[in-house]
């Protein structure tokens, strides 16, 4: 984990969050500027700057995929459906240089 990383504060609990599902390789808590009703992230609790350090021996991001669906799952919004996305680079709008996927769902979503 980085020392100053915001989301491996939060894994470690320095910085307080709502959580809204842990084991022990993924966080998931929700946004504190939601995007949606439902905006929760999944984090690796190993620290990866982005989706570019995922390789298929570090199959992350299908381990932060079904953390995301399972949990969309427990919410209800299977049936309405949800979005998952994954941002990287400043012009994707990824502001936090620490791996995540987010969960969006809970009403109609714009297009993109």
């Not at 500027?33 to 021996?57: C, G, N, R």
């Not at 949990?71 to 012009?91: C, D, M, S, V, W």
């Not at 969960?103 to 714009?110: E, H, I, K, T, V």
Request: charged share 20%.
């Amino acid at each position: 984990m980085s020392n100053d990383c915001l989301f491996c504060k939060i894994i470690r609990r320095e910085i307080p969050a709502k959580i809204a599902f842990e084991d022990d390789q993924v966080l998931g808590f929700y946004d504190i500027q939601p995007s949606a009703p439902v905006h929760i992230l999944f984090v690796p609790k190993k620290h990866l700057d982005s989706v570019m350090q995922a390789t298929v021996e570090e199959p992350v991001v299908s381990l932060l995929s079904d953390r995301a669906v399972k949990t969309a799952e427990k919410l209800g919004l299977q049936p309405t459906g949800f979005r998952l996305l994954i941002n990287y680079g400043p012009h994707a709008g990824q502001t936090v240089h620490h791996l995540h996927l987010h969960l969006l769902g809970g009403a109609q979503l714009s297009h993109l």
